[in-house]
């Protein structure tokens, strides 16, 4: 195949041709609350070159709405994780269980689609705890750029 | 206001699978208040639906718009331009909504993206209930304010039935018996003594059972 043949090609199309798309960098959002993380946590991730990891700030995890879980994979993220306080230790009372009921609602969706809930995870953390948000970090990256099952990401 | 559910989005997929370019058009008035087809559910549903397609052969262009009230020919214009770009319209708005759409494209194929349910209130956030079926002939001065034709699982005009139990109805324990709440309604007001009348059948002529109903108000017309 010619390069000006693919030049030809959407993206996705061509990407599927060549084979590159197993290749792609994987993608990451991750969502957080402001008032269980700090920004310092996902610092070493941003700069990473074997994976893309976004990084949203959040007043509180109820700012999430299904829409915005959703432009995150319209927009490639292979995985989205969400990081809220415990359930009785929102700083707004009941953001943290609205974000359980909304979450559970998207994965629910992403299901229907065909998508898979898998790629969708929300942890709750207690304010300060950057290591257990690190560790889980660490090991959902590992999984997207050496998947276990071998099954496209 | 009339209360709407989205329908289940495989329904939604299977309707819309013969498509190329589809135009999501979502309403801004009582769909939008009970989260079933307003600007968010419209947004969501559209992002779906190009994920859902994204990883198949068969791509799906979807497009978005919610325009005020589908139910008013003055506020379905704005969407002609984007109607007619598309293969078909997905209507998020209630029945009255999806045929006023189709009355006003004739040439567009025009889906149903809700189930509307019933008219009702929102109860509590997130809980709506049914309030009224519209029977054409209110009655609700006759009984302190509550529907028994809607909330009454017999639609007794001279109840109570012998099935309600602590308030609640025999058929659903989960449904409050509206007889039980239209006599502690008249008990609060004073007025017990309006439970000894006598209710004759109800006039159903002015109900659905004679064909499509139509409102008439000559000093509105030109």
């Known amino acids: ?153 | 206001m009339i209360v709407g559910e989205r329908k289940p989005i495989a329904e939604i997929k299977e309707m819309v699978s013969p498509y190329e370019r589809l135009l999501v058009l979502g309403c801004g008035t009582c769909v939008k208040t009970c989260f079933a087809g307003g600007e968010d559910e419209v947004a969501v549903l559209a992002s779906a639906l190009r994920l859902a397609y994204r990883k198949s052969d068969k791509g799906l262009q979807v497009e978005e718009l919610t325009v005020e009230r589908q139910c008013e020919d003055e506020f379905i214009q704005e969407a002609s331009k984007v109607v007619s770009c598309n293969d078909a319209v997905l209507s998020m708005a209630c029945g009255a909504g999806v045929q006023a759409i189709a009355r006003r494209f004739p040439g567009a194929v025009v889906l149903p993206g809700v189930n509307t349910t019933f008219i009702g209130v929102l109860e509590k956030r997130g809980v709506f209930t049914e309030e009224c079926v519209g029977c054409g002939n209110c009655v609700l001065g006759e009984f302190a304010g509550i529907c028994p034709i809607t909330r009454c699982s017999k639609k007794l005009l001279n109840g109570p039935c012998g099935g309600s139990r602590n308030g609640k109805c025999e058929v659903n324990p989960d449904i409050e018996c509206a007889w039980s709440l239209i006599i502690e309604r008249y008990r609060d007001l004073g007025q017990m003594d309006n439970l000894r009348a006598y209710v004759p059948p109800k006039n159903w002529s002015t109900s659905t059972a004679g064909g499509p109903r139509k409102l008439v108000r000559e000093d509105h017309m030109i």
């Open chain 1, 1 to 153: 195949m010619l390069a000006s043949d693919l030049k030809e090609k959407p993206g996705r199309e061509a990407e599927a041709i060549t084979g590159y798309a197993a290749k792609r960098k994987p993608k990451m959002a991750v969502f957080h609350c402001v008032n269980a993380l700090d920004d310092a946590v996902f610092l070493p991730f941003t700069c990473r070159d074997e994976a893309e990891v976004k990084v949203v700030k959040l007043p509180c995890s109820i700012m999430i709405t299904d829409i915005y879980l959703l432009k995150a994979f319209e927009a490639g993220a292979n995985n989205v994780l969400i990081f809220a306080c415990p359930e009785g230790q929102c700083r707004y009372v009941k953001g943290s269980i609205r974000t359980t009921k909304r979450v559970a609602r998207v994965k629910k969706m992403l299901e229907d689609i065909g998508l898979g809930s898998k790629h969708l995870s929300l942890f709750n953390i207690s304010q300060g705890d950057g290591d257990t948000a690190y560790r889980i970090i660490e090991e959902k990256l590992a999984e997207l750029i050496c998947p276990a099952d071998g099954v496209d990401r």
